[in-house]
C-alpha cells in the first residue's frame, strides 16, 4: 500500500507514539454526559467517526459507552497502539482507518457522531467539517474536545507553563498571552460550549511522558528535549517530594452541526 502523504500527515504524533500512549490524561464522565446532551445523540448504539483518534483514548472511551466507533487517524503508529489495545478489550467493534480527517473513505450519512478529541486544529478548518457533515445523518452532530491543564488555579502549575514557554519555541498553551481554544465554533453551527473542570492525580514520571508527548517537544532535539525533561522532574520535584501531581485541567467542549 503506497501510505506517502498520509504518512507525512501522522509523523508528527508518531515520533511520540509511546510516550502519547503512556502518559496522556483520558477524559472525565462528565465530558460523555455533557456530548450526549449537547449532542443529543446517545452514546449506548451511536454510530460514531472518531476523527485523529491517534492512540485511541476517546474512541476506548466511546466504546465502553455502546458506541461503535470508526477510528480515522494518519499516524500508522498512533493507530498501532489503538488497534493493539482495543484488540484484547471486551465491548463493540472498532474500525480503524488510516486516512486524512479531510478525505473521508467513508460513505455518506453513516454516522450519528463525528468526534475530533486534540486534533481538530490539526485539520483543515473548512474541509474537514464539510467531510464530517457528509458521512453524518441528518440529524447527527459534531464534536471537538480539548483537555487543557488550568494554569491559573495553581501556581505551580503556572511557573511549570511559564517554564515551557520560556525554554520551547514552538510551544503554544495557557502560558502563551494569545493563547486560544481551537475555533471549531466558528466552523459550525454551533450547539453548545461547555467548559468542564476535573482533577488530575498523575505521578511525577507519567506526568513527564505526557510533556514528552505534545507535537512543540516533538519539534527538539532529543537532547534538549531531556535536558528540559530533566529541568522540570527537579522543579516539581521540589514542589511535590511524595511525587503524586494533582493536576488542575478543564476540558473546553465544542458540539455542533
Ligand atoms: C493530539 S492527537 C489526539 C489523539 C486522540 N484523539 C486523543 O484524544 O488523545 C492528534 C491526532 O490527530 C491526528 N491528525 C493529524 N492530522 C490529521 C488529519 N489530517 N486527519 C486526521 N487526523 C489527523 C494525529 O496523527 C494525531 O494522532
Redesign the pocket.
Known amino acids: 500500500m503506497n501510505i506517502g502523504p498520509i504518512k507525512d500527515?501522522?509523523?508528527?504524533?508518531?515520533r511520540v507514539?509511546d510516550a502519547?500512549d503512556a502518559g496522556?490524561p483520558?477524559?472525565p464522565d462528565e465530558l460523555y454526559r455533557a456530548l450526549s446532551e449537547a449532542s443529543g445523540v446517545d452514546l449506548d448504539g451511536a454510530t460514531t467517526v472518531?476523527?485523529?483518534?491517534?492512540?485511541?483514548?476517546?474512541?476506548r472511551a466511546l466504546r465502553v459507552r455502546g458506541s461503535q466507533v470508526i477510528a480515522?487517524?494518519?499516524?500508522v503508529e498512533?493507530?498501532a497502539r489503538l488497534v493493539s489495545k482495543t484488540a484484547g478489550e471486551q465491548g463493540t467493534p472498532v474500525a480503524a482507518v488510516l486516512?486524512?480527517?479531510?478525505a473521508l473513505p467513508l460513505a455518506d450519512g453513516v454516522a450519528d457522531l463525528v468526534?475530533?478529541?486534540?486534533?481538530w486544529h490539526?485539520?483543515?478548518p473548512v474541509s474537514?467539517i464539510a467531510e464530517a457533515r457528509r458521512v453524518l445523518r441528518p440529524d447527527g452532530a459534531i464534536a471537538g474536545?480539548w483537555?487543557f491543564n488550568h494554569a491559573a488555579q495553581a501556581e505551580w502549575l503556572a511557573a511549570y507553563e511559564a517554564r515551557l514557554a520560556e525554554a520551547v519555541p514552538a510551544y503554544y498553551g495557557p502560558a502563551v498571552e494569545e493563547w486560544s481554544v481551537p475555533p471549531i465554533a466558528a466552523a459550525f453551527e454551533v450547539i453548545e460550549e461547555r467548559w468542564i473542570p476535573w482533577t488530575r492525580l498523575v505521578g511525577i514520571e507519567d506526568f513527564l511522558l505526557d510533556l514528552r508527548?505534545?507535537?512543540y517537544m516533538a519539534a527538539l532535539s532529543a537532547d534538549r528535549a531531556d535536558e528540559l525533561v530533566e529541568g522540570q522532574r527537579a522543579e516539581l520535584r521540589k514542589a511535590f517530594p511524595e511525587g503524586v501531581l494533582s493536576v488542575p485541567m478543564r476540558v473546553y467542549l465544542a458540539v455542533g452541526r
Open positions: 500527515l501522522g509523523r508528527v504524533f508518531d507514539a502519547y496522556r483520558g477524559y472518531d476523527i485523529g483518534a491517534g492512540t485511541g483514548i476517546l474512541t480515522v487517524d494518519p499516524g498512533m493507530l486516512a486524512d480527517g479531510n468526534t475530533y478529541a486534540q486534533s490539526w485539520l483543515d474537514s474536545c483537555n508527548s505534545h507535537s
